[in-house]
């Protein structure tokens, strides 16, 4: 009976650390980069880029947890999936909380190493759209009825909640006329309505909006121009 000498044994350890580590360079060049969230009026998207390497029929998995809690959980509707993407609003949809999530992806040869986002605050990272305006006029007075933007959120009745539920924000209203600004007005997130008076008569006045988040500076991009004719 034959016996395996020490040198043989050490040559064949060496080869399977060499293949396992190969396999492991492998599954490292085909995790995804870049992981990140983008938030937009409390939309919570987590987006990631295709691995640096080549890498055909790549599938997706995500797990997302609260910042301090050990056991991360799997995202139901982001399991095996070939998007770049997956909506985590409803799993992220407390503001006052911080997050993590993190994304694998499989391959032929196998799970690659998780890739973490960095951590993700809601209420501070979230940016917002302008809130839509209607405006109407009585006489030389413009109204301004202002609707905030809404967040992809249910509230008790069914209907999507207004970003205002869930941060203090200001709504800037600008009135141009022909393309010169001739007021800039704020108002908080409280007034639906915001009244200017005594505009000149029969001129045709423009409006843009702007949301503005006093916690954490950030604001919106202006709205398209909605015009108006005095009487």
Not at 15 to 31: E, F, G, K, P
Not at 172 to 177: A, E, V
Not at 180 to 197: A, F, G, I
């Amino acid at each position: 009976m034959s016996t395996v000498t020490a040198p043989v044994i050490a040559w064949i350890t060496l080869l399977c650390l060499a293949d396992c580590s190969l396999i492991s360079h492998q599954l490292d060049d085909a995790a995804p980069t870049e992981v990140e969230f983008h938030s937009l009026d409390f939309k919570n998207v987590l987006y990631w880029k295709q691995p640096h390497a080549v890498v055909h029929n790549l599938k997706y998995f995500v797990q997302h947890k609260v910042y301090g809690d050990k056991e991360w959980t799997n995202t139901e509707r982001c399991q095996g999936i070939k998007l770049l993407h997956c909506d985590l609003s409803q799993e992220t949809s407390d503001p006052r909380e911080w997050y993590y999530a993190r994304v694998q992806s499989l391959s032929a040869e196998g799970h690659s190493s998780w890739v973490i986002s960095s951590r993700f605050h809601p209420h501070w990272d979230t940016s917002f759209s302008p809130p839509k305006i209607q405006p109407s006029v009585t006489g030389q007075t413009i109204k301004v009825r202002i609707r905030p933007p809404r967040t992809p959120l249910e509230g008790p009745k069914g209907t999507k909640l207004r970003v205002t539920k869930l941060q203090k924000l200001l709504f800037r209203i600008y009135l141009m006329h022909n393309g010169v600004e001739e007021e800039v007005l704020e108002t908080d997130s409280c007034s639906k309505e915001l009244v200017m008076p005594r505009l000149r008569p029969k001129t045709t006045y423009c409006l843009q909006a702007m949301t503005l988040s006093p916690h954490t500076g950030r604001r919106s991009a202006r709205s398209s121009s909605t015009c108006i004719s005095t009487h």
